[in-house]
């Protein structure tokens, strides 16, 4: 393998290769100043404040070695593949069945839920900073897929809730890789959006020194990304983070899975058409 980006074909999956990076991880004063102002154009944005993003500082140095990621967050019906084989917890919906839809994104799922899943793949949950690294790449991305805010690129909500966005197409979840326009340049899609995912860090905050390959170790919440459809466009930047319960299970928090790319097998690699 000499460079590019390649497709490994894991259970129910397909991941795409994130390559080593160094890049800054979380946000800069005037990135949350900027988040402010986004924030303030929502309906009942005056109520926003500085606060909701300050946990995104201080913006610090993160080197990553390469590792590969879902391009999809996992679909029910990946789970349930789990589930049919005595290695993953049954979902109680409690009524929620209208989430059900093979195609979408497996929400209500705890921490440990998604982390067992992924064990039973073979993969573990990515950690904050390689979900960020892949969300914000070396160009320090505001956005998945740049540094714009896009309605149609993501499925989401508004600040209000009670006044939740259709827009996008969808007023709850969608269908996962509905929104090709909010993939990442490398092709790794609903990153922002849909539902927020599980990774495998406590919820504390950042250092200000430079970290290689840092998990947040503690104890308490844990983090999720990415925001979800009620989300309002703040809280879609890859910078956001959401603090959680671990035992929570909520249709708007899913995840998707994540492996070291020194611990795959090269004869399961294969490469894209336009490598």
């Known amino acids: ?3 590019g980006i390649v497709t490994l074909r894991a259970p129910a999956s397909t991941m795409l290769r994130v390559p080593a990076l160094d890049f800054d991880m979380g946000s800069t ?3 949350v100043v900027e988040a402010l102002l986004l924030c303030n154009r929502e309906p009942y944005g005056e ?6 993003f300050s946990d995104e500082l201080p913006q610090h140095q993160v080197m990553l070695d390469s590792f590969w990621l879902d391009r999809t967050e996992v679909t029910v019906a990946d789970y349930a593949r789990c ?3 005595g290695r993953c917890k049954p979902v109680h919906e409690g009524g929620a069945s209208r989430f059900e839809r093979p195609n979408y994104p497996r929400g209500l799922v705890s921490f440990d839920d998604a982390r067992d899943y992924c064990r039973f793949r073979g993969a573990r949950l990515p950690s904050e900073a390689e979900w960020e690294g ?3 790449g070396r160009a320090h991305r505001k956005f998945p897929w740049g540094n714009l805010y896009n309605s149609r690129a993501a499925n989401h909500g508004r600040f209000a809730w009670s006044e939740t966005s259709k827009k996008d197409g969808f007023e709850e979840l969608a269908p996962v890789g ?6 990442t340049p490398q092709g790794i899609l609903d990153l922002a959006g849909n539902v927020a995912e599980w990774v495998d860090d406590f919820y504390g ?3 200000d020194t430079p970290q290689k390959n840092p998990r947040g170790n503690g104890s308490g919440p844990r983090i999720a990304r990415g925001g979800h459809y009620q989300s309002a466009a703040p809280w879609l930047r890859t910078g956001s983070r959401l603090s959680a319960d671990p035992d929570i299970r909520r249709p708007y928090i899913g995840f998707r899975c994540a492996k070291s790319a020194r611990r795959v097998a090269p004869q399961r690699l294969r ?5």
Do not use: H, N
Request: glycine share 10%.
């Open 1 to 3: 393998y000499t460079g």
């Open 29 to 31: 004063a005037m990135d």
């Open 47 to 52: 109520l926003c404040d500085q606060g909701m």
């Open 83 to 85: 589930v049919k084989l």
């Open 134 to 136: 892949a969300a914000r």
């Open 178 to 183: 509905s929104f090709p326009s909010g993939a």
């Open 205 to 207: 905050p950042y250092p």
């Open 271 to 275: 490469p894209r058409d336009d490598d």
